[in-house]
């Protein structure tokens, strides 16, 4: 699982923004609320491959956006990303109250989330 991401294959890159979560059900939640241009990491750690691919996949003058759990394993996977993929592209971490995940929050709290 540390080769790809998921639903990476989906992306036609480069793209302008990218939402990067930690699983599945919120790769799927995104999508149904209007924010197809969504990974998953598939877990609490992000490899050297998947910051290549993230990085390939976003335009140079892109977005990547992070939103993990609001837990520890979320601090974890946003701060894994943080460190490989910031020195190559711009980085907006959505930080979300302790305990929740993005399938928590409605359709317009996500589109607030990605509001600059």
Request: overall charge neutral; hydrophobic content about 45%; proline content about 6%.
């Amino acid at each position: 699982k540390t080769m790809f991401l998921y639903n990476g294959f989906r992306m036609a890159g480069p793209l302008d923004e990218l939402i990067v979560v930690e699983g599945f059900p919120s790769v799927w939640w995104l999508h149904q609320c209007g924010r197809p241009q969504v990974v998953a990491l598939m877990g609490a750690d992000c490899s050297d491959q998947q910051a290549d691919s993230i990085v390939s996949l976003v335009k140079e003058t892109g977005r990547v956006w992070i939103m993990p759990d609001g837990d520890e394993a979320g601090l974890r996977a946003a701060t894994a990303v943080l460190v490989k993929v910031a020195p190559h592209r711009l980085i907006r971490w959505v930080k979300l109250p302790s305990g929740f995940q993005p399938t928590n929050l409605s359709a317009e709290q996500l589109k607030m989330c990605f509001t600059l």
